[in-house]
């Protein structure tokens, strides 16, 4: 097989080329490590969760689709401890139900207005004042609470909560008047006849009766539909079959890829937030002479390297295999799984193909100065796919130095609104039932926003088709330069800010602990296996393990994050970029 051109080469960019159109399963080129026996097909709680925010959260929703579903000519996130195919169907679902909803009651008034204006304008005035009294209800009871010391008091929540009442009066009060004055001037055309002006306001009540009856039958069957879908998402319950279509079989495709291209800062898309990240250099010098007799510095460096990239991280990646080989619990790190990932820049590639061979894999690992990186994903899933613990090791022998670098991720449990599915009274008809007081609650402010939600549906229906048919049209029609990676996850767009409970914190801070030591072990014997001097790593590891942030001789060994606990428990997002795009304290 060709060797593919390297980026420094000619094009400027690593090029991924795309496999044969129907060539068999290749046989893998390395290992994938895993513990346990192949787990038994079930849907993770990350699954479930997500897929009920499908229903649950608007927002959530439609960036799921508009950021990931939609966006054909970038490629999509790893989806780490979730099935993305399921969730993006619910979503497909949710949106379509959604849609109808919004067009059943945008369409029923069009015909009110036309057929019968008296009673649309009644009906309009109607609701406008339902919503006006189910709204000053809401700010008083809240302000009540605080004023009772039931919540804390703030004082700008309840002038903000005033405020924002105020305005919806005064608002409201401008609708009224303008929709009142057709119903005036009917009135008016009558004369003095108080008799034909009784018989139409009479006439008009009762048709505005009968609208507001059907248009707030329409929420409320929306509310029991949604919720029959919560109730299948369950604990226990049979996962829903995702209707298939060609775009469901691109991103599955995608998903099971090697390579990872992202877009904009942070390659680790999908991986969730910092914890801690580090990374020095090691000069490959030969030990001391055994008969203790001084020799030039210059003579114990190996003339040419003991070892190649290659030999360190099958080394690592073997040591770390046994930890899910091993059949006793205490030496099995339960969920570990280590596989191979090239990341790529989205500017940098020249084929929409998530997939490279061994050989280009080789390729990267060997010339580390190109766009890709290789990185060995040392990654653990527990609490049935709410934690996800994630470990990127990449090594580079270069400068007859070898350089580590390790960077620990995490993603937290699944926004907490999402996981009413697990509460005891998350489904079943008390469930119904609070739905349905609900949706009747807010049947105002849903018929009100629903022609806007019709329009920003059709606006991103025409995005979406212009996604389609914009741009490249294959794998081989990619144009260097433009950004062509991923940019959302769905996982994290769903992700909470902070874990549920103290043990989840915990859980995670151990597995990325355990990780580290098994990696900083596994480096360790390689080095003295192949003769190096190791007297300056053991120094830098020692520092390592017990600093957040040093700089040490002529190399530095930088932390930053390491306070597991204390950034889940703030809630803090990965370090953002400073200066010229370097997080702070990234280690050189």
């Given at each position: 097989m060709t060797n593919p051109q390297l980026p420094h080469q000619a094009t400027g960019s690593h090029e991924i080329r795309p496999p044969s159109p129907e060539p068999p399963p290749p046989r893998p080129h390395r290992p994938i490590y895993s513990a346990g026996p192949a787990p038994v097909h079930t849907v993770s709680s990350a699954t479930r969760h997500l897929s009920a925010g499908a229903y649950l959260d608007d927002r959530f929703r439609r960036d799921s689709l508009n950021q990931v579903y939609h966006q054909t000519k970038r490629l999509v996130a790893p989806s780490y401890g979730y099935d993305v195919i399921t969730v993006l169907g619910h979503c497909l679902r949710a949106t379509r139900m959604a849609n109808i909803r919004d067009a059943a009651i945008v369409g029923l008034l069009i015909v009110a207005l036309c057929a019968a204006p008296f009673v649309a304008t009644v009906t309009l005035c109607t609701l406008i004042g339902i919503h006006l009294t189910v709204s000053t209800l809401r700010v008083l009871r809240a302000t009540g609470r605080e004023m009772q010391g039931d919540q804390p008091f703030n004082g700008l929540a309840v002038l903000v909560r005033l405020l924002r009442l105020f305005f919806q009066l005064v608002v409201s009060a401008i609708l009224v008047s303008l929709a009142s004055l057709p119903l005036l001037f009917g009135l008016l055309a009558t004369g003095r006849d108080t008799a034909t002006a009784s018989a139409i306001t009479a006439s008009a009540q009762q048709g505005a009766s009968f609208l507001i009856?059907?248009?707030?039958?329409?929420?409320?069957?929306?509310?029991?539909?949604?919720?029959?879908?919560?109730?299948?998402?369950?604990?226990?319950?049979p996962s829903a079959v995702t209707e298939p279509n060609p775009r469901f079989d691109e991103i599955r495709r995608q998903d099971g890829g090697n390579v990872v291209v992202?877009?904009?800062?942070?390659?680790?898309?999908?991986?969730?937030?910092?914890?801690?990240?580090?990374?020095?250099?090691?000069?490959?010098?030969?030990?001391?002479?055994?008969?203790?007799?001084a020799r030039p510095e210059a003579e114990r460096e190996f003339r040419e390297p003991p070892f190649v990239?290659?030999?360190?991280?099958?080394?690592?990646?073997?040591?770390?295999?046994?930890?899910?080989?091993?059949?006793?619990?205490?030496?099995?790190?339960?969920?570990?799984?280590?596989?191979?990932?090239?990341?790529?820049?989205?500017?940098?590639?020249?084929?929409?193909?998530?997939?490279?061979?061994?050989?280009?894999?080789?390729?990267?690992?060997?010339?580390?100065?190109?766009?890709?990186?290789?990185?060995?994903?040392?990654?653990?899933?527990?609490?049935?796919?709410?934690l996800v613990t994630t470990v990127y090791v990449h090594f580079a022998v270069q400068g007859r130095s070898l350089y580590t670098e390790l960077t620990s991720m995490a993603l937290p449990p699944c926004d907490e609104r999402y996981r009413i599915i697990d509460q005891v009274d998350g489904t079943g008809p008390t469930a119904y039932l609070r739905g349905i007081v609900r949706s009747l609650t807010e049947c105002p402010q849903i018929i009100g926003v629903a022609p806007l939600n019709l329009l920003r549906a059709g606006y991103d229906s025409v995005v979406a088709s212009f996604a389609r048919t914009d741009g490249p049209t294959g794998p081989d029609q990619v144009t260097i330069g433009y950004d062509y990676g991923a940019r959302f996850s769905v996982r994290e767009l769903g992700t909470a800010l902070d874990t549920r409970n103290h043990t989840q914190t915990q859980d995670i801070e151990k597995y990325q602990r355990v990780i580290e030591r098994r990696v900083l072990a596994a480096i360790l014997d390689f080095l003295e296996g192949r003769g190096v001097d190791t007297s300056e790593y053991r120094q830098r590891v020692m520092t390592l393990l017990s600093a957040g942030a040093v700089v040490t001789g002529s190399g530095s060994v930088n932390v930053y994050g390491d306070a597991i606990g204390s950034q889940f428990q703030q809630g803090a997002p990965a370090p953002a970029p400073t200066g010229s795009g370097a997080p702070t304290g990234s280690g050189v």
């Open positions: 009856s059907v248009l707030f039958a329409i929420p409320v069957a929306m509310s029991v539909w949604r919720q029959r879908q919560l109730d299948r998402l369950a604990p226990g319950q992202y877009s904009g800062y942070w390659p680790f898309v999908g991986s969730g937030r910092v914890l801690k990240s580090w990374g020095f250099a090691q000069r490959l010098v030969r030990r001391t002479d055994p008969l203790g007799l990239a290659e030999d360190i991280i099958k080394h690592v990646r073997d040591h770390l295999g046994g930890l899910t080989a091993a059949t006793s619990p205490e030496q099995q790190l339960p969920g570990l799984t280590i596989t191979d990932r090239v990341f790529l820049a989205g500017t940098e590639t020249s084929r929409l193909v998530p997939h490279m061979s061994a050989e280009q894999v080789d390729q990267v690992v060997r010339h580390p100065t190109a766009p890709a990186r290789h990185y060995l994903v040392c990654q653990v899933v527990s609490w049935r796919g709410e």
